[in-house]
């Protein structure tokens, strides 16, 4: 989704392509061990209640290596064999275009069941809701922020700058309803939690397409990342 939204707003595509790529090998590494400190040793730090963990940080680093890091592999060797045995032109031009789409109608099909299961929490909990929603907001405002500031800052361009915010706002939450799901069962108040990330995010990102898009007149037009338009002065 990431690159999605960096698509539409005109960022860098490649630098995302990379950047997408580096944070799915963190995760690989990290999304257990950060699950556990979250819900394990932070709150112990802050005075706050720990919450009891019915499974063990292997259960979440199992789901992860299966959602993320099968996938991962996967893209890997079809890269390396498509290219070796048809070469990267067909690879590029007819093996990706028909391949990619599946990624995309895989993520709708999951969160229309998910709401078909989670639908009647959804209306009769608006106080959960609300209390999952909040913090999102709060996340993509800072996140997105932080990283439009930072790349302008460093001088990165309009281009990389879009890309930059966009990866640090992207939060993931497909790769967190797989594991919400797998750990806890779809029924669970934490796939809840998964289901209202997409109604949080998808409206969210869309406005932050238009914001970037409307602040793209603020950078130089001797940007080095940005493409100039076909035909213009």
């Excluded at 292997?58 to 060797?77: D, E, N, R």
């Excluded at 290219?83 to 590029?92: S, T």
């Excluded at 069941?113 to 989670?118: P, R, Y």
């Excluded at 309009?158 to 993931?172: D, V």
């Amino acid at each position: 989704m990431v690159i999605i939204w960096n698509d539409l707003a005109c960022g860098d595509r490649e630098a995302a392509a990379v950047l997408v790529a580096l944070n799915s090998m963190f995760q690989v590494v990290m999304f257990a061990v950060l699950g556990w400190f979250y819900l394990s040793v932070l709150p112990g730090w802050l005075g706050l209640d720990q919450a009891s963990i019915s499974t063990s940080p292997w259960q979440i680093a199992k789901s992860v290596l299966i959602f993320l890091g099968i996938p991962l592999l996967a893209g890997y060797l079809s890269r390396r064999l498509g290219e070796k045995v048809k070469g990267r032109q067909w690879y590029e031009s007819t093996f990706l275009p028909k391949i990619g789409p599946w990624a995309l109608y895989g993520l709708l099909f999951t969160i229309v069941i998910l709401f078909a299961l989670q639908g009647d929490q959804i209306i009769s909990r608006p106080l959960d809701v609300a209390r999952i929603a909040l913090p999102l907001l709060a996340y993509f405002a800072l996140m997105w922020g932080g990283g439009y500031l930072l790349g302008a800052a460093l001088g990165l361009g309009y281009q990389r700058t879009t890309t930059l915010a966009f990866t640090a706002a992207g939060n993931n939450f497909e790769l967190a309803i797989a594991v919400a799901i797998a750990t806890y069962g779809a029924a669970s108040g934490q796939a809840l939690a998964g289901v209202v990330g997409p109604l949080i995010e998808v409206p969210v990102l869309v406005g932050l397409v238009y914001v970037s898009l409307a602040l793209r007149g603020r950078f130089r037009t001797t940007d080095p990342t940005s493409v100039p338009a076909a035909g213009g002065s």
